[in-house]
């Protein structure tokens, strides 16, 4: 394989509307809420309905409104539904419905006067297929939400969206709190319309109070992985990673590695179809499955050190292990 100057390789990518390729970084759609009414709303959760955010990170803490099963937990796949914190949040349910797409795990997000969301990309399977969601509700001006360099406020009762596959971080530097609903979905084509809409200069912004006769059916993923990954995922997974590889530095063995571990991608595709054919989902071909994982991550680890992914410098490595070799044999 010839690799240019500079040590990516370019391919020919799926065409994917969602959060790991947005063709900017912030998108504000033509929508506002009523913020008043969102912050009475938080103020009804009981203190105990906050809890640590899944990261562990100082100053950021989570109330769940939508989760498996609706229940205590921060998993990304499985049946969604509403939890009892947002059973009692009328304008809340509104709000989601309002959007006519199917919801993953949704939270109010919760920054403490002072704290920060660390620089950080969001790598892992669930984001190659999912935007993420933000209605500020408690907020000041002086509150930046930073990606890929370019850093905006984000006013309560806006609407945005941000490309997450890009580095991006969060600051509050005032002595208030800030608080968001986050809420995780695929969207519909229609939503995706609607995201386009914004960034018209002509576009109207339509303004969604709260209705108090209003019963909107709230719509939820059911979202499961597969004992094994399906051949065209991988592919698909595959292609996209190889698409956006390239090398820290532009060096005769760096290049000599991205080829490699190109060459070890493309491998990976290609056996996995193989066992496919032979095997399917059977529970007795999974041991298969899982030693080509294994020789491959074995291998990646090897191979992997300077290179990155070229738009958010993430380790080709610690991609490759959070978007498939994590989730592509989740029973064995």
């Not at 759609?29 to 009804?44: G, H, K, S």
Request: proline share 5%; net charge positive.
């Amino acid at each position: 394989m010839e690799i240019p100057r500079g040590g990516t390789v370019r391919l020919r990518s799926a065409s994917i509307s969602n959060a790991m390729r947005l063709p900017q970084r912030f998108f504000k759609l033509p929508v506002t809420f009523d913020a008043d009414r969102l912050r009475a709303e938080v103020a009804q959760l009981p203190p105990e309905a906050w809890v640590a955010h899944p990261t562990g990170e100082p100053g950021n803490s989570a109330a769940r409104l939508i989760t498996v099963e609706g229940g205590d937990n921060d998993q990304m796949y499985g049946v969604m539904r509403m939890t009892k914190n947002l059973e009692g949040l009328a304008y809340v349910r509104q709000v989601l419905a309002g959007f006519g797409v199917a919801w993953g795990r949704s939270r109010f997000l919760r920054l403490m006067p002072g704290a920060t969301v660390k620089m950080h990309s969001d790598i892992y399977h669930h984001w190659f297929y999912r935007t993420r969601m933000h209605i500020p509700i408690t907020t000041r001006p002086q509150v930046r939400f930073t990606c890929d360099g370019e850093s905006v406020n984000m006013a309560a009762g806006e609407c945005w969206i941000f490309d997450n596959w890009r580095q991006h971080a969060v600051e509050n530097p005032t002595e208030c709190h800030r608080v968001h609903l986050v809420a995780d979905t695929t969207g519909t084509a229609a939503f995706w319309e609607l995201v386009a809409r914004g960034t018209k200069a002509d576009a109207g912004v339509e303004h969604r109070p709260y209705d108090p006769s209003a019963r909107p059916e709230l719509l939820t993923e059911r979202s499961f992985l597969r004992p094994v990954m399906a051949p065209e995922e991988m592919d698909l997974l595959v292609m996209d990673t190889r698409s956006e590889l390239t090398v820290e530095m532009d060096t005769s063995e760096h290049r000599a590695r991205l080829a490699s571990f190109h060459a070890l991608l493309l491998g990976l595709a290609r056996d996995w179809r193989q066992l496919y054919m032979l095997h399917g989902e059977e529970i007795a071909g999974r041991r298969a499955f899982a030693e080509l994982r294994d020789r491959v991550r074995d291998r990646s680890r090897a191979l992997a050190a300077g290179l990155v992914m070229r738009t958010n410098r993430v380790a080709a490595e610690k991609l490759l292990e959070a978007r498939i070799l994590r989730v592509c044999v989740s029973a064995e």
